[in-house]
């Protein structure tokens, strides 16, 4: 039997129907034009071998991790994670996917990648019993190059004392392997409040504030459900959570490089009158030895440890 061809070009996408199935390629897609000249070119063996691609493509969004089988759903503009636990309950739960997180989906796919790693990471997130953690935290993430690992945690950094205990108020042990908890409803879920209670975390670009000569930095993984807030001091470069555990020291060969890469303290000073960021008072415009509060490392009178927020709080 005869292949029978049939397409209609829109706006936004392709409708292709050929050999009784109907295929929708969106302009978005990055073989909308290879679809588009087969189609108008009527060049079978071209568009089987792209259907077949795309057939191949679309069983990626598919899969089982150790804990579920998932599936990832793109209909109305919207990407949704499907998935039922391996457990006596089969429930079906779903959770919706941030348009930066598909589009790290799709390339992963594009390279032949299974998107486990992040389905993981969706799966714990959804535990996360805060509405604006579970909002806020990948854009936190991919905005401080903060990687996603295999079991659906993430990476982030920690400045310790030189006998790994924390840096306020020396009780907690953050030694290799080490977990490191607290009760949640300690932890200050409120973003506005910079400095406050709670286990702290940051990205590389946070390091230069808070770190001093004979302290160490240390590498640790959080789950995702255990993010409490990320404060917006410093472009939201740190944050708060009720866990996490220590997996390795960062070399200190490497100390040198890191502290010289402040990315917060390049940028313009934030203005909080105006809302806005004044470039003429950037932090690169002056010209003098900075003191830093050790807990939050806002800048401070030479001589002090603390700022004046800081003083009295139950830390890290």
């Known amino acids: 039997m005869t292949n ?80 039922n636990m391996n457990d006596l309950f089969k429930e079906t739960n779903s959770i919706k996917i941030s348009s930066s997180l598909f589009n790290l989906i799709k390339e992963m796919i594009d390279n032949d990648c299974k998107p486990t790693a992040i389905v993981n990471f969706l799966i714990k997130l959804k535990n996360n019993p805060s509405h604006r953690a579970v909002n806020e935290l990948y854009g936190f993430m991919n905005e401080n190059d903060l990687p996603i690992t295999t079991d659906g945690n993430f990476l982030a950094y ?62 640790i993984s959080i789950n995702p459900k255990d993010v409490v807030s990320i404060p917006v001091d410093y472009k939201n470069s740190k944050g708060r959570c009720c866990e996490y555990t220590v997996i390795s020291d960062i070399p200190e060969s490497e100390y040198e490089s890191i502290i010289k890469q402040s990315r917060y303290l390049k940028s313009p000073v934030y203005d909080s009158e105006n809302d806005s960021y004044d470039e003429d008072d950037s932090c690169d415009n002056i010209n003098f030895e900075w003191t830093y509060c050790e807990e939050c490392g806002v800048v401070v009178d030479e001589g002090e440890r603390f700022c004046e927020d800081c003083y009295g709080i139950d830390g890290h």
């Not at 061809?5 to 409708?15: E, N, Q, R, V």
């Not at 050929?18 to 290879?34: A, F, V």
């Not at 077949?52 to 598919?62: M, V, W």
């Open 4 to 83: 029978k061809l049939a397409y209609l070009l829109k706006t936004d996408s392709l409708i292709i129907i050929y050999n009784g199935s109907t295929h929708t390629i969106r302009k978005t897609d990055k073989d909308y034009e290879l679809f588009y000249k087969s189609v108008i070119s009527e060049d079978m063996e071209a568009l089987n071998k792209l259907l077949d691609k795309k057939e191949q493509f679309k069983e990626f969004f598919k899969g089982e991790t150790d804990v579920c089988s998932y599936e990832i759903k793109f209909e109305n503009n919207e990407a949704t994670l499907e998935f």
């Open 158 to 219: 920690k400045i310790v004392n030189a006998d790994y205990r924390d840096k306020y108020s020396g009780q907690f042990d953050n030694s290799i392997g080490m977990t490191v908890k607290e009760n949640r409803n300690l932890v200050d879920d409120d973003k506005t409040r910079t400095c406050s209670k709670g286990l702290h975390f940051c990205s590389k670009g946070y390091l230069p504030a808070y770190y001093n000569e004979g302290d160490k930095i240390v590498l």
